[in-house]
Every structure is written in C-alpha cells, then in structure tokens.
C-alpha cells in the first residue's frame, strides 16, 4: 500500500475544513455523512475548487521531495506494470505427477518448471514428510512429483537426469522469474556487464546496471523474448563452448545468454540479450 504523506493528509485536511465551514457537513470517523446543511451549489463548488487545487499542488511538490530516487528506476517500475500480473500468477498442479527441475523453493511448497515450459506450484503436506529425493529439496534439482489437488504425496529424484549441473539451472530459474514479471532491476543485478543487448535492430554494449535501466522494459523484455525464456526445456539446457548456456532460442533470437563468472557470488551472470 502506497504511503500517504504528511503534506497530502494536510492537504486533504485543509479541503474538510473549508467544506466544513460552507456546508456545515459533519462526519464521522469512517467519513460516513450524518448531518446536512444545504448552502448555494456555486459557492460551495468554488470553495471545493479552490481547496482542491491546493491539494494537488502541496501534494505533487511533496511527492517531489520524498519519493526521490532513482529516475532509472521509476522509469522501470511505471513500464513494468503494463502488463497483467494476474495473468502471470503461477497455477497449482493439478492431481497427477509431473518431472520437473525446481525453480522455487520455500518450507511448505515449492515451484516446478516442467519439461513443457510450464511453472506449477506444489504444497507439502504439514503432518507428513513427502520427500524421498537424495538431497532434500534444492533450486535446480529434477524431481518428480506426485500430488493430489495440488498437494504433494511423493517428491523422489527425477530418473530423467538434465544436461545442465544444478547450480546453472538454479540462475536459469532466477532469469525465468524476472521475465515472467517483466522485473529488469531483478534482470540488472544478474547480468554481469560490458552486457550485450540487441533491441530489434541496433546492437548495444551496456556498461552497468543503470544504463540498463534506462532502456525501455517493454523492449528489453518484450513479450517475444519473455516467451522464448519461459517456453525454453530446462532438461535440455548445456553448457556450450565458453561455459554459455542459453534460454530461448538456441540459434538466432531472441533469447539471453548466461555463463559461467567465478567472480560473483552465484558462479554466472547474464552477458547477453537477444
């Protein structure tokens, strides 16, 4: 919820008080209109008026001073929410068993990405304990699952074994979330940087994670190459030459492009967009 600030509470008091003086309206705690006075239409309107302009100037010149900070970022966040995220919620598997490498992981659930490119989310039982796999529940790991309305009765390892190791597909699964939220601060903090990004036609070289920001997001994360990511067979994504891997279209675009970075904490880093 967005926090209201003091100048705009001021404000907004200023506005009850001058309706309160012409109309005599007395509320209660809720707002909840118990007493009226009738007062000329023209009058009151123009008091209305006036208080609301002050309103809005007080309040956008105070939104100036506290909600400072980066342009990039707000830039980013306005462009972010264009699209849908209702749409973009995860379903509950539904009864049945899945293969699927781990994407997401918490004490009473966990998110799947099956072989179809599709996100399924699981809860684990609180009264029994479901999984039988070698090494608990890890990001990255293939598993099967077995649930029943979306509640999990049996998690064991996968018998089909990915091309990938479990740490790259680990910072796969995190690529895959800032696509499927259209989340570029996210998409900066994995990449590392000079970073190469294609935009249609014009190629670019950025330099750091504020001239990322900059670019449009509908553009770096435009519904083809979000797809393409979220379409891509984690079972089937292998280290090529260089320690590359790539999400989405293997040859050609769009897709992004990870690889091994001993220099950062999770062992990779994007290093281009496509």
């Known amino acids: 919820m967005k926090k209201i600030s003091l100048a705009k509470r001021k404000a907004a008091g200023a506005f ?3 309706a309160l003086m012409i109309s005599g309206l007395v509320f209660t705690a809720c707002g909840k209109k118990t007493e009226t006075v009738t ?6 309107a123009e008091v209305a008026e006036t208080a609301g302009a002050e309103a809005t100037q007080t309040g956008s010149a105070q939104e100036g001073t506290e909600e400072t900070g980066s342009t990039q970022e707000t830039g980013s966040t306005e462009e ?3 699209f849908d995220m209702a749409s973009e919620e995860i379903p509950m598997a539904v009864s049945g068993t899945y293969d699927g490498i781990v994407v997401d992981a918490a004490m009473n659930s966990l998110v799947i990405d099956t072989a179809e490119g599709m996100m399924y989310a699981v809860s ?3 009264t029994e304990d479901v999984v039988e796999t070698s090494d608990g529940i890890l ?3 293939a598993v099967t699952v ?5 509640v999990a009765s049996s998690i064991t390892d996968c018998a089909v074994k990915p091309a990938a190791d479990r740490e790259a597909l680990a910072f796969a699964a995190d690529i895959l979330f800032a696509c499927k939220y259209r989340d570029i601060n996210s998409l900066s903090s994995l990449a590392g940087y000079p970073l190469y990004v294609n935009l249609g036609d014009e190629d670019q070289t950025i330099e750091n994670g504020g001239d990322l920001l900059k670019l449009p997001v509908s553009e770096v994360l435009s519904d083809e190459r979000v797809k393409a990511v979220l379409s891509t067979n984690l079972f089937e994504v292998k280290e090529l ?3 590359k891997y790539v999400l989405g279209a293997e040859e050609g675009r769009p897709n992004i492009i990870f690889q091994k970075d001993e220099g950062r904490d999770s062992g990779f880093a ?3 967009i496509n």
Do not use: K, R, W
């Open 124 to 126: 684990l039982p609180e």
């Open 241 to 243: 030459s260089g320690g």
């Open 16 to 18: 009850l008080l001058a």
């Open 270 to 272: 994007i290093t281009g």
């Open 139 to 141: 990001l990255g790991q």
């Open 146 to 150: 077995t649930c029943e309305d979306g």
């Open 80 to 82: 972010s929410g264009t």
């Open 39 to 44: 007062q000329p239409a023209e009058e009151t």
